[in-house]
Structures are given as C-alpha cells and as structure tokens.
T-cell receptor, first 110, second 118 residues
C-alpha cells in the first residue's frame, strides 16, 4: 500500500462548479497534511495545510481532514480555468519527511 | 523576502562533468530540502538539513553530494551523473521540523533547476 494515494485523474470540472480532490494515507501517526498546486513545468506551491480534524477554509478552498478514516480532501468552489493544474496531497508521517501522493490532474472547462 | 532562489534554472552536463546546483533562502528557515521530480511524477525526497546538519538521506547515490555552508545556503554537487538523473531538482525550506507547531513544517519550494545529463 502506498503511503499517500490519490486518484491521478484527469478530473474534468465545468467552470463555476465545485472540484473535489481526495487523498488517503496509510500512517495513522501522521499529524500534518498539505495540499500543493503544480502548474506544468513549475514548482509546487502551497495551497493549504491542516493539522486538526474537520474543515479549514481559505477563500475558495476548503481542506477537510478525517484522521479516523485516514482521509483528507480539498474542495475548490467556483472553479476557474486558472485552477487547472496538478494537485499534490502531501503527508508528514512520524519520520518528519514530506511524502507526496501521485497528484490529481484537474482541468476546468470554460 | 518569502522566496527560495535556485540557480541555475537550466543545466546541461555530460556524464564526466562536475557541476553544482545552488539554493538560497532569507526567510530565517532552519530546515532545507532537496527533492527530485521526474516528468508526471511527484517530488521525491533526497536530503533534509536541519540546523545545517544532514538529518535525512534517502539512500541517494554518492554521485549526488549535498552541502549546507550556512543556514541560508544549500548546494547539491553533481559528479559522474547518468542520463536517468535528468530531472527537475527542487530545493525547499521550512521554519523547522517541529511537529505540532503550526506552520513549522510547511515547505516553500524554489522554482527548480532543470537538469539534463547527456
């Protein structure tokens, strides 16, 4: 079982709709969870981090964490074409190294 | 200054060359990282420095040699590389490595150095 699993997509969402990205992780001791966005040919940029169970909102983005189910998600409301990118879920298990999922390629269709 | 600066942006080298990648941050961060990213794959951790000391080496071949001259600088020395080492090399930094401290382990990435080995 991979440490961090994401559906690689591609995920296609109409402009203005909600995009939902999901991630599961295997290490129950993990305490830090991150979502990065990466445009083609560019480096990852942080969207959000979350440490506690529940929801964390920042503008159009909401991260959701459920440690009992070992599940973290990212919702993007009012999706824009500029949101088209690969979204990387990352988890920091007890070893303190950041482990990335394979990434989900998201396309927002105008 | 909230940036991590990497040089060069592009590097082409032969298998017998010696070259170095450089990374600099002025955010006062105490942890610095090297990641390697191949096309359509996620970044893979290579090395972690914490307070200028190597804390994690992910069994990287010795042809890659990291160096942390001071808290703001991180180098990756390259020697006798193979064509399969061609990739995007990403440097990152974080305030620290402490768990449970909000934001302490949030990584900020540089723009990367794209390496081609001929």
């Amino acid at each position: 079982q991979k440490e961090v699993e994401q559906n690689s997509g591609p995920l296609s969402v109409p402009e203005g709709a909600i995009a939902s990205l999901n991630c599961t992780y295997s290490d129950r001791g993990s305490q830090s969870f991150f979502w990065y966005r990466q445009y083609s040919g560019k480096s990852p940029e942080l969207i959000m981090f979350i440490y506690s169970n529940g929801d964390k909102e920042d503008g159009r983005f909401t991260a959701q964490l459920n440690k009992a189910s070992q599940y973290v998600s990212l919702l993007i409301r009012d999706s824009q074409p500029s949101d088209s990118a690969t979204y990387l879920c990352a988890v920091m298990p007890g070893s303190q190294k950041l482990v990335f999922g394979q990434g989900t390629r998201l396309t927002i269709n105008p | 200054d909230t940036e991590v600066t990497q040089t060069p942006k592009h590097l082409v080298m032969g298998m017998t060359n010696k070259k170095s990648l450089k990374c600099e941050q002025h955010m006062g961060h105490r942890a610095m990282y090297w990641y390697k990213q191949k096309a359509k794959k996620p970044p893979e951790l290579m090395f972690v420095y914490s307070y200028e000391k190597l804390s994690i080496n992910e069994s990287v071949p010795s042809r890659f040699s990291p160096e942390c001259p001071n808290s703001s600088l991180l180098n990756l020395h390259l020697h006798a590389l193979q064509p399969e080492d061609s990739a995007l090399y990403l440097c990152a930094s974080s305030p620290g490595l402490q768990r449970g401290v909000s934001g302490a382990n949030v990584l900020t990435f540089g723009a990367g150095s794209r390496l081609t080995v001929l």
